[in-house]
């Protein structure tokens, strides 16, 4: 009995360590962000290698989510004769919610994971190391451009995401279902608002951004050298940002629509 | 005047990782402008002492001074100031992999001067004559053999010019060509620049051959020092041992271990 409360004292007292190691670690890479603004040419390549190279997987699963979404509410929708409402039910469902959440896994999955091993993987082979030793701050010049990339891509990749599934879900609609396209478009138009739902999307997909690129950084800085502990992270990696996506988009929903109803 | 106060200065050194006691007080000088060797089995903590010099690790106690200023003391800023007349060579080489050849030699000259490209282009293939790999700047590390990756990472890390340079195993793993190539740019690049050297390794021949002074390290103490030519004459047996590479000594070939003959006829437990 002891010996399980001594373990999970020592379980506990290791993780609260490790989140105490992770908000210094985030500290000292934020405040180095502001150097960043000479030297866009990092960020960007960030961009390119985060946010680009991550399109493929966004744009095929947003298509598809978006023609899976007008399938199954026409199906419901149809009972109460709302099916010239599908437009703005698709639109809602993916720039309020599955856009923000699914870009967000997929992108812990894509990005997250590739980070999270580059930078074990620059620790494992000393490259980290050789950095300091040169003088150059591995968290100002490898950490810093890669949180800047994650944060500025997330939002870019959750609009194309949603944007491509409204535009499956139209494709859906008007070509199998038989929804009258204007009725799509205008519905849409009328009933989508700016501020409380594509703004608040927005807000969902940057703190997304934030916490996926926070957690991959983390791990792959915070590895374990070897080959094994790089594998690790990136477990970890992918694991602990879908949970924290899917945590925190319900305190995020609670405190954005939780008063509409 | 020449400067006779060592270049680095380490007294009193203790530093231990995990319950495991690494250095229990070591004192070491480094003379300016020669080339010291530090080596000792394996084990012994000399790639730590290269981390502990480079301000990398902070030791348990005692003081590591560098041309006067005490390391572990010194704050993040001035740490940096100081690594930045430091130059170091890992055994991996560490080269950034996602950057070619020049690029990885460019890359200290990037970070910390406002030079031109152009005079950038010249520096780095200065650097990489001086190797022998200016032929070889466009190609990317993974496409580099072992020998060759050590001596880019050698051009990269003297790019500043720095006052002390710091070699990490550099002849482990080499082929005899390629430790033949580094014993020479070892050496020269000393004297050619003026620099001041430590080697820290396990391969006596080849370090000896280059090295003004040596230090032998063992159990977190230095066991001997002297020119390699007094070491060579040492009566210590320890120190003989480790120069001629017996198997048998001071050292043990066994790991400690309960007696051999009792414990064949021990049943095992289940």
Partial sequence: ?261 | MLDETPLVEIRGLRFGYAGRTIFDGVDIDIQRGKVTAIMGPSGTGKTTLLRLIGGQERPDAGTIRIDGANVPALSRRKLFELRKRMGMLFQSGALLTDLNVFENVAFPLREHTELPEIMIRDLVLIKLEAVGLRGARELMPSALSGGMARRVALARAIALDPMLMMYDEPFSGQDPISMGVLVKLIRELNDALGMTTIIVSHDVNETAGIADYLYLLSEGRVVEHGTPKRLQESGSEWTRQFLEGLPDGPVPFHYPAPDFARELLELPSP
């Fill in chain 1, 1 to 261: 009995m002891i010996d399980t409360l001594q373990q999970l004292g020592a379980w506990a007292l290791q993780r609260l360590e490790r989140l105490g190691r992770s908000h210094l670690f985030i500290l000292r890479v934020v405040v180095g962000l502001p150097e960043l603004l000479a030297r866009p040419g990092l960020v960007v390549q960030q961009i390119f290698a985060i946010g680009v190279l991550s399109l493929p997987i966004i744009l095929v699963a947003g298509l598809f989510v978006g023609m899976v979404l007008a399938l199954q509410l026409y199906n419901t929708m149809v009972n109460f004769g709302a099916e010239q409402s599908l437009g703005p039910v698709v639109a809602l469902s993916l720039v309020r919610e599955l856009g923000p959440v699914v870009t967000a896994l997929l992108f812990a999955g894509r990005a997250g994971s590739a980070l999270a091993a580059e930078i074990g993987l620059m620790k494992a082979t000393e490259q980290l190391s050789s950095m300091e030793m040169m003088a150059v701050d591995p968290l100002r010049r490898i950490i810093a451009p890669r949180l800047a990339g994650g944060i500025l891509a997330m939002p870019l990749l959750a609009a194309m995401f949603s944007a491509i599934g409204i535009s499956g879900g139209f494709v859906v609609a008007t070509g199998l279902l038989g929804v009258d396209s204007n009725a799509y478009w205008s519905q849409m138009q009328a009933n989508v608002d700016l501020f409380d739902d594509v703004i608040n999307g927005v807000i969902k997909s940057v703190v997304f951004g934030m916490v996926v690129t926070w957690i991959a950084v983390f791990e792959g800085f915070d590895a374990i050298p070897t080959s094994e502990g790089v594998a690790r992270a990136t477990t970890r990696t992918v694991v602990n940002s879908s949970l924290a996506v899917l945590g925190l988009d319900f305190i995020l929903t609670a405190l954005m629509f939780g008063d509409n109803g």
